[in-house]
């Protein structure tokens, strides 16, 4: 009897469909491996396969993990694409479990903040906009170049910002940008974008602590000069 191949399966049983369509959750062990490797072989679905796989090593994701890809070719059907796939998924898996325990970077004052940037943003001839995105215990979740101008002006994108801040699920912000000129005094222009950015991140329930202006030997705050 032969198999049946994955495209003639109902769609909310096709894995990568039922994944897109009821998220990561809702599939099973087997159906994520499969939509890591994409195909079976001539006698099995790429499900099948990775059902057989599981169930010798009794459905153990960790003695899963250990095996290398040589050991992983062993399996009838499995060739080097697919071991190398499984392996670098579990891989992934192990570094992101490792990301975990590094304690992101507490930022809570101007000067924390224009340590944590100063060096992206020193001894630069052109002006450039980062925001750093943080959660509700003031902690990094990232930072972003947002924009890149000439020697006293930069666009910066408030909907790149924003869209950006929500992705990350950030609750905050900080923004900051250079002087090459190395005046610390804001211009009328970062002035004016620093109240549009605080009204824009009220309206979506963010708040912005503070806009720094970096030169190469010192910052200015618009918290602390009482701005923000």
Same mark, same amino acid.
């Given at each position: =009897?032969s198999?049946? !191949?994955?495209?003639?399966?109902a769609?909310? @049983?096709?894995?990568r469909?039922?994944?897109?369509?009821?998220g990561?959750?809702?599939?099973?062990?087997?159906?994520?491996m499969?939509?890591?490797?994409?195909? &079976?072989?001539?006698?099995e679905?790429?499900?099948?396969?990775?059902?057989? !796989?599981?169930?010798s090593?009794?459905? +153990?994701?960790?003695?899963?993990?250990?095996?290398?890809v040589?050991e992983?070719?062993?399996?009838?059907?499995?060739?080097?694409a697919?071991?190398?796939?499984?392996?670098?998924?579990?891989?992934l898996?192990?570094?992101?479990?490792?990301?975990m325990?590094?304690?992101r970077?507490?930022?809570?004052?101007s000067?924390?903040a224009?340590?944590?940037?100063?060096?992206?943003?020193q001894?630069?001839?052109?002006?450039?906009?980062?925001v750093?995105?943080?959660n509700?215990?003031?902690?990094? !979740?990232d930072?972003? =170049?947002?924009?890149?101008? &000439?020697?006293?002006?930069?666009?910066?994108?408030?909907r790149?910002?924003?869209?950006?801040?929500l =992705?990350?699920?950030?609750t905050a912000l900080?923004?900051?940008h250079?002087?090459p000129?190395?005046?610390?005094?804001?211009?009328?222009? +970062?002035?004016?974008?620093?109240?549009?950015?605080?009204?824009?991140?009220?309206?979506? +329930?963010?708040?912005?602590?503070?806009?720094? !202006?970096?030169t @190469?030997?010192?910052?200015?705050?618009?918290? +602390?000069?009482g701005?923000?």
């Open positions: =009897m198999k049946m !191949i994955i495209r003639n399966w769609r909310e @049983d096709r894995p469909e039922k994944l897109m369509a009821y990561r959750r809702k599939v099973t062990d087997a159906e994520l499969a939509s890591l490797i994409g195909s &079976g072989n001539a006698d679905t790429a499900v099948e396969l990775c059902r057989r !796989i599981l169930a090593l009794d459905h +153990d994701l960790v003695r899963l993990s250990k095996l290398t040589q992983l070719c062993e399996f009838k059907g499995v060739g080097p697919k071991a190398v796939a499984i392996t670098a998924a579990l891989e898996g192990r570094r992101r479990q490792k990301c325990f590094i304690e970077p507490l930022v809570n004052s000067t924390v224009y340590d944590y940037l100063r060096a992206d943003l001894d630069l001839t052109h002006e450039e906009f980062w750093m995105y943080l509700g215990g003031c902690r990094v !979740i930072k972003q =170049m947002i924009s890149m101008g &000439g020697n006293d002006f930069t666009p910066v994108d408030l790149v910002i924003l869209q950006t801040a =992705m990350r699920k950030a900080i923004v900051a250079n002087h000129s190395g005046t610390l005094t804001p211009s009328l222009a +970062d002035r004016q974008l620093t109240q549009r950015m605080q009204e824009a991140t009220e309206l979506v +329930d963010l708040r912005l602590h503070d806009h720094i !202006i970096i @190469d030997s010192d910052y200015y705050s618009f918290r +602390d000069q701005h923000l």
